[in-house]
């Protein structure tokens, strides 16, 4: 059986397992995608995923979720679905510090100018992921708080829905895979070929 890891290879026919976070995190972003049992609103100590049940089978496997995605629209994406939930769950500045994070042994890159949408700010050309430092603890002490003012200076707040600058959807799709099926592939409901963009 495939996990949820696996979903994103094109090979990938059946992903099965524990829901994961990207399980409800899809849920949450694309709700066309795929309707799994929905609990509505949860009690606000419980974790926002609790809302969720997943189901154990879908008709027409892994490739029915790809064809939903590639099929998708602008109008079809929430890019902030928690803001409903604030009164709860307050939006806390700390979320835009951009550099590495480190849990134990494992550090990673955690970028929020690449989903700006997210936070209702304009999406433009993210950096390229810098290097990491030797001293990830001494970045984050020193540099947390002016990385919070510096995100909230730099990004401006997006005045519609998916707003984006000028030049990003061309440099999007010169980095981009904008369809998750190859161009080739057919839908079985849908009378056109996929075309990438």
């Avoid at 419980?46 to 490739?63: D, I, N, Q, S, V």
């Avoid at 134990?104 to 949408?117: F, K, N, W």
């Avoid at 990830?136 to 909230?152: A, N």
């Avoid at 707003?163 to 161009?183: G, M, N």
Wanted: charged share 15%; net charge neutral; glycine share 6%.
């Amino acid at each position: 059986m495939t996990t949820w890891g696996d979903g994103a290879v094109h090979d990938t026919r059946h992903v099965g397992g524990y829901m994961t976070l990207l399980q409800c995190w899809i849920y949450e972003h694309f709700p066309r995608i795929y309707k799994p049992g929905d609990r509505g609103a949860v009690p606000a100590h419980l974790p926002r995923a609790c809302r969720w049940t997943a189901k154990h089978a879908f008709e027409g496997g892994l490739m029915a979720y790809h064809w939903r995605l590639d099929a998708l629209l602008l109008g079809d994406v929430v890019f902030t679905p928690y803001d409903d939930d604030r009164a709860n769950h307050p939006f806390v500045s700390i979320s835009v510090f951009s550099r590495y994070l480190r849990c134990g042994g494992v550090s990673v890159p955690y970028l929020p100018e690449r989903c700006l949408r997210q936070f209702g700010r304009i999406q433009c050309i993210p950096r390229d992921v810098p290097p990491m430092s030797d001293s990830i603890d001494w970045v984050w002490q020193s540099t947390m708080r002016s990385s919070v003012e510096t995100f909230w200076r730099l990004y401006p707040v997006a005045t519609f829905l998916g707003e984006v600058t000028v030049d990003y959807y061309a440099w999007y799709i010169s980095v981009s895979h904008p369809q998750s099926l190859p161009p080739s592939t057919v839908a079985p409901s849908s009378p056109h070929t996929t075309v990438v963009a």
